[in-house]
């Protein structure tokens, strides 16, 4: 590469760079300002949160859950990541779309199917009461207990996926020598099997363990009310006291715990503890897993890897597989059983939770799509997830091309910039964009909400735009170039139709994150704005009405609907 | 099996649904609160005034909580025109200067004098008095008829909940009353009591209700049994055919106001819909559907009987009642802190113990 293209591209960070110093690293400053109680400098907020007991409990509280969320997540999902690495065919899309779907649907319709099944009066309970083995409802719902089952169930994708790419990759003849050569199949998987695996569960526990310290709306929603976690205390403060100063401490506090989770993982792993590079590591395994399901996205060389999986071989045979099958079937059940209940409980005609529903009918559709305000709940979502994915096509793809041709020396911290967002827990985000934009009179107005919401797709498009990017091969733009071809007919007869597909995916995720995005909404929308995933979120806090199951289903077929789509527009674009 | 209406039916909803969205051509816009609450003011008060005036009103089913206004009034970004407030949080907010005056000139005189004096200061105008009571389930073999009673776990079995300490409500005044602190000797609250009382009751308590809402469907779902509730709240599960009954004994009542926020959009259209809403047919209106008391005495005179006798300000449900002393609430010490945000730092502190 001459270094002339070179130079060039290194412009092309810029609006990245700009972009995300303005909406993600100012805020984050003003807010640790504003904790210290700028402009004077002290500690008197934080010497605060440790001196109260209860303060400090919360914070053990969040370290204790997520713990126990990630063992959780790791012990359900290692053998299903094994499971799936061992199915074939149209058996395996169907067993990955398990894992996918839920990964894409809104967390806020997952949880919203927690508070249905864990209800005294649900099917579980009613299931459980008919069989004679309680009298009593299984107090379920408000407690710690189904708290942890729905952040487990929340998480568990994020586990199985990266663990899944990792040992998608292995050499199964690794398997077959380790044995030949009489190791017996434990050792086999002690020796061989596990170690090499150990990067996917790296990446999937940091994963895990890094998101729960920063878990707000399924313990708010489903614990009971002496479990709050960090997040959750953050947001009674700003809301009760409007103490700025002190919900800004426990941020940088929360902030702090989630730099260390992470940190903790580089040291182990690697030598250098770059920002960018350490991301890159943890993300780029759910990226991989999830490209496993989009088939035509990857410039189509994953629809022929698919192919050569299928005579790939078993490291498992007999009684051991048929369990292994088992426990991946039990799993998978439980990752999708919670969506099949919301549709079904969707349909129903009471207003009251019963399961299943007693009389049937379609009149909770019926106040869906004849109550203005959830159709104007809707236009919003749609209006600023557009608007917020074209936005962060823009900036994202640009830094992405810039990350793969500019400088090599720029490249890692602008990394660690562009990703930054997805590691930093919402709530975080949230308060430190709150002080940023009030004063600029952005809060309560959509401008301010797409601004404080494409961060975090700038991220998304970031990573899956490099991932498509690196696999594209530059001479074939030098080669148009020398034929004659300027940059722009290059870009448009070159560049795009090779990257289309990745850039459908990026564009896809950008989207979705910017339309289920509801805690860093809840800060900025205001009052009377509100989004699609917001009046759901109300809406579950005041009432368990079926119209939020109604518009559940609805968005849990927007995924569904999307990844086809995806597979078919790629396959268009390549032709 | 039944169904309302078929598949094919809603795809022209859909659209029509999507296509006729007028996009910001709101004459006026209003918090109404949530759920069956909203639903009965949207039937009382807006969709009455919309045909009455030809205005459009959007009427947002939900809460602006006392510190959200304050920083929207303060960013200049407020784009609501009403919005509902307890007395104390009026009284705070009013102090702050971030609420607009009422313009009583444009009110009826005669109805006027229906609306008590205390329920029409400067900065806002009573709407409904609500009444915070115990409510039990008539399935339970022995119900609580007072708050010692409830406090009495043993004696009384059953789930239990009360409300969270949210800003200017709480389970205070019941914890005391449950400690044998009469209804006339609550205020000034003796905090330090009321909390050791409430400590008692913590492990019993699966949820602590934070909206009117968030009660109904505790109760409507079976994780409570008994505990605090509005009235309103009770009928409305009456409605649904759920047996759960109240009793006025002990009840905590206060008035909601309307309020305008300083710097509100559409602040003359708001004082004609304030004025609209207070009047004693459209609050006889909002009683009958909501169950809670109507501001405007004079509606009481549009309310069958058997109605009236539901509302905590008839007189016999009355005399069993006390008020809530909002003015407490906001009292504000030297340090400029009140006596709401003190004990929401503690309840915060106290719950995560």
């Not at chain 1, 430190?432 to 494409?454: D, F, H, Q």
């Not at chain 2, 926020?261 to 009047?279: N, S």
Request: proline share 6%.
């Amino acid at each position: 590469m001459n270094s002339s293209f070179s130079r060039a591209a290194n412009v092309l960070f810029l609006p990245g760079v700009i972009f995300m110093t303005l909406l993600f690293l100012y805020p984050l400053l003003r807010m640790a300002a504003i904790s210290t109680g700028f402009p004077d400098f002290n500690g008197d907020s934080y010497a605060r949160f440790f001196s109260i007991p209860s303060y400090v409990d919360t914070l053990f509280r969040t370290f204790a859950a997520s713990t126990i969320v990630t063992v959780a997540c790791f012990i359900l999902g290692y053998p299903t990541a094994v499971f799936l690495s061992q199915a074939r065919g149209h058996k395996k899309s169907i067993l990955l779309a398990c894992v996918v779907l839920p990964y894409l649907t809104s967390l806020l319709v997952r949880t919203y199917a927690w508070m249905v099944i864990l209800n005294d009066t649900s099917p579980l309970n009613s299931f459980l009461m008919w069989t004679g083995l309680i009298d009593q409802p299984l107090g379920l719902l408000f407690s710690t207990t189904g708290a942890l089952i729905g952040m487990v169930h929340i998480m568990l994708p994020a586990m199985i996926l990266p663990i899944y790419a990792i040992l998608q990759g292995m050499d199964p003849a690794q398997m077959r020598a380790a044995k030949a050569l009489g190791g017996g199949p434990a050792r086999a998987f002690f020796k061989v099997y596990l170690p090499q695996s150990l990067p996917g569960i790296r990446s999937g526990a940091t994963l895990v363990f890094a998101l729960s310290l920063g878990f707000y709306i399924t313990p708010a929603a489903l614990g009971s009310p002496s479990d709050l976690m960090l997040s959750n205390l953050i947001t009674a403060v700003l809301n009760s006291a409007l103490d700025f100063r002190f919900a800004s401490a426990i941020a940088i506090i929360l902030l702090a715990c989630t730099l260390a989770a992470y940190g903790l993982v580089g040291l182990f792993g690697t030598r250098s503890a770059q920002g960018g590079v350490l991301i890159s590591r943890i993300f780029s395994p759910l990226v991989a897993g999830l490209k496993k399901l989009l088939p035509s996205t990857g410039n189509g060389r994953a629809a022929q890897r698919w192919t050569s999986n299928v005579g790939r071989e078993q490291v498992w045979e007999g009684t051991g597989s048929r369990i292994l099958a088992a426990y991946g079937y039990l799993v998978l059940f439980f990752l999708v059983l919670p969506s099949i209940l919301v549709v079904v409980m969707s349909f129903s005609d009471e207003r009251i939770l019963n399961f299943p529903p007693r009389a049937w009918s379609l009149r909770w559709y019926e106040v869906l799509f004849t109550d203005p305000l959830w159709a104007e709940a809707t236009w919003t979502s749609l209006r600023v997830a557009a608007v917020s994915t074209v936005l962060s096509m823009l900036i994202g793809g640009t830094a992405a091309y810039a990350l793969v041709r500019g400088s090599a020396a720029l490249r890692p911290g602008i990394f660690a910039l562009m990703l930054a967002p997805m590691i930093v827990p919402s709530v975080v985000n949230s308060v430190g964009l709150y002080s940023v934009l009030a004063p600029w009179g952005l809060v309560n107005r959509e401008v301010g909400l797409i601004l404080a919401l494409t961060p975090g797709s700038i991220s998304y498009v970031v990573i899956i735009m490099l991932a498509t990017l690196t696999s594209f091969d530059p001479r074939l733009e030098m080669a148009s170039s020398s034929l004659g071809a300027g940059r722009i007919r290059t870009a448009l007869k070159i560049i795009l139709p090779i990257i289309a597909p990745g850039a459908i995916a990026a564009a896809l995720f950008a989207f979705i994150h910017a339309f289920d995005e509801v805690v860093i909404s809840s800060f900025i929308a205001g009052s009377t704005m509100q989004t699609l995933p917001l009046k759901i979120w109300y809406g579950i806090q005041y009432e368990l009405e079926p119209v939020i199951a109604a518009v559940s289903t609805l968005m849990m077929i927007f995924p569904i609907i999307a990844l086809p789509f995806l597979g078919r527009r790629a396959k268009v674009l390549r032709t | 099996m039944k169904s309302k209406i078929s598949g094919v039916a809603l795809t022209p909803l859909l659209l029509a649904s999507f296509l006729t969205l007028p996009a910001n051509a709101q004459d006026l816009i209003i918090m109404i609160s949530g759920g069956t609450f909203a639903d009965a003011q949207i039937e009382a008060f807006v969709k009455p005034f919309e045909e009455e005036t030809g205005l459009t009103v959007r009427a947002i089913k939900s809460e602006v909580p006392a510190n959200k206004l304050k920083l929207a009034v303060e960013s200049n970004t407020i784009d609501f025109d009403l919005s509902l407030k307890t007395e104390a949080d009026g009284i705070m907010l009013n102090k702050l200067g971030y609420l607009e005056p009422i313009d009583y000139s444009v009110f009826d005189k005669a109805e006027l004098e229906g609306i008590p004096e205390g329920l029409r200061p400067s900065w806002g105008v009573g709407n409904i008095t609500a009444s915070f009571l115990l409510s039990s389930s008539t399935e339970l073999e022995k119900r609580p008829t007072n708050w010692a009673e409830f406090w009495d776990v043993d004696a009384f079995p059953g789930k239990r909940t009360l409300q969270a300490f949210i800003g200017v409500q709480g389970p205070l005044e019941e914890a005391l009353l449950a400690d044998g602190v009469a209804m006339e000797d609550l205020y000034p609250l003796d905090v330090d009591r009321a909390f050791a009382k409430l400590e008692e009751m913590k492990p019993h308590i699966r949820k602590w209700w934070t909206s009117g809402n968030d009660a109904l469907q505790l109760f409507n779902t079976g994780v409570a049994d008994m505990g605090m509730n509005f009235d309103g709240r009770v009928y409305a599960l009456q409605a649904e055919g759920r047996p759960f009954d109240l009793t006025f004994n002990q009840a905590k009542y206060y008035a909601v106001h309307w309020t305008v926020p300083k710097g509100a959009p559409h602040k003359d259209t708001a004082m004609k819909f304030i004025e609209y809403a207070t009047r004693a047919k459209q609050q006889a209106r909002m009683a009958e559907i909501s169950g809670f008391a109507p501001a405007n005495t004079a509606a009481m005179a549009f309310l069958p009987e058997e109605k009236a006798r539901r509302l905590v300000t008839y007189p016999e449900n009355f005399k069993t009642a006390y008020k809530l002393n909002g003015e407490w609430y906001a009292e504000v010490d030297e340090e400029g802190r009140s006596n709401a945000e003190k004990l929401q730092e503690r309840w915060n502190v106290w719950l995560t113990q």
